[in-house]
Structure formats: C-alpha cells, structure tokens
C-alpha cells in the first residue's frame, strides 16, 4: 500500500479524506498548506502520491505551485489534483506532468477510483 501526502486547507474536507484513504490500506500524512506540505515532501520517508487541492486559501493556484516544487524533491511522485471550481484549459496546462483531476465534490468511490488509477498508472 502506498503512502498518500494530503493536502487540503479546509481541515473537515481533509480529515475525511484521510480517512477514506485510510480504509484502502494506505497511509497518510496531511498539510493545511504549502509550506507544511514541503516540510514532509524534505523527510526521508517514501511517500507515493500527492492529493492536492489547487486553491489553497494562502494560495489561490498553491497546489499548482505545490505540486511543481514536490516534483523537483521527488521526481517519481504522482500526483492527483482537486477543487471545487472550474478548471480551465489555462490552468490544465499547469498540471504537471501525468497528473490526474478529481473534481469536487466527489463521492467516496469517485476518490477510490482516482486514487487506484493514480498509483497503478
């Protein structure tokens, strides 16, 4: 099973998140924002995947922003996006490389199914 950063500013949004994550097996470790994410992406523990919201309240695109520095730290990292609004073809083009998009709001089976072709992919 893999380990799974989160990162989410709404911590209610975040905890059920883990949560469901948890109950696949994985592991989590969660940030409310980019500067504690970057924090666990520099210690030495594997982590597998980034779920990122792309608004971030400190950070209108942080997860974009986010995203692009954890792939520099862990160039194998994948990384699943998510947000509540609508994604343009401008911000499309901010993904990094193989990311995937869930769009809020999802469904425990939405994430689940995200998250399975995430890591097999």
């Given at each position: 099973?893999?380990?799974?950063?989160?990162?989410?500013?709404?911590?209610?949004l975040r905890m059920i998140a883990e949560r469901m994550i948890q109950d696949w097996g994985h592991q989590t470790?969660?940030?409310?924002?980019?500067?504690e994410a970057l924090s666990l992406l520099?210690?030495?523990?594997?982590?597998?995947?980034?779920?990122?919201?792309?608004r971030l309240k400190a950070a209108t695109l942080g997860g974009f922003e986010l995203a692009?520095?954890?792939i520099k730290l862990r160039p194998n990292l994948r990384v699943l996006y998510t947000t509540g609004?609508?994604?343009?073809?401008k911000m499309k083009a901010l993904?990094?490389?193989g990311a995937h998009f869930l769009p809020k709001p999802y469904v425990e089976q939405q994430l689940q199914d995200s998250m399975e072709g995430l890591l097999a992919a």
């Open positions: 099973m893999a380990v799974i950063l989160i990162v989410e500013d709404e911590a209610f470790l969660s940030a409310g924002d980019v500067d520099r210690c030495p523990q594997h982590i597998g995947a980034l779920f990122t919201d792309i692009h520095e954890a609004n609508s994604v343009t073809d993904f990094v490389e």
